[in-house]
Nanobody
């Protein structure tokens, strides 16, 4: 059974930083493109960053230059370093494998981790 466990969220002031982690189990982690999604209150879940099995990253325009996605295949873990955080980054953040050729997730969602950017 696949498990995705996100951690590292919290309350941070605008301009601050957080590093999210997602530990995966029950899957062959290294073969998947992995992604970080977020869902703000009243909004649909969106994919904000992805990293291929080979380590190539991609970002939505709203986070380019501020967020960095990385992965450690030996630890079955994907990370999201978030800098220069803005109030509009407030959301629950989730990781998942991404279905090839789509923005859709492969597995059931984990519990997510709450990120709140506020002064």
């Amino acid at each position: 059974q696949v498990q995705l466990v996100e951690s590292g969220g919290g309350l941070v002031q605008p301009g601050g930083s957080l590093r999210l982690s997602c530990a995966a189990s029950g899957m062959i982690f290294s073969i998947y493109t992995m992604g970080w999604y977020r869902q703000a209150p009243g909004k649909q879940r969106e994919l904000v960053a992805a990293i291929t099995s080979g380590g190539s990253p991609n970002y939505v325009d709203s986070v380019k230059g501020r967020f960095t996605i990385s992965r450690d295949n030996a630890k079955n873990t994907v990370y999201l370093q978030m800098n220069s955080l803005k109030p509009e980054d407030t959301a629950v953040y989730y990781c998942n494998a991404i279905r090839t050729g789509t923005r859709n997730p492969v597995f059931n969602w984990g519990q997510g981790t709450q990120v709140t950017v506020s002064s």
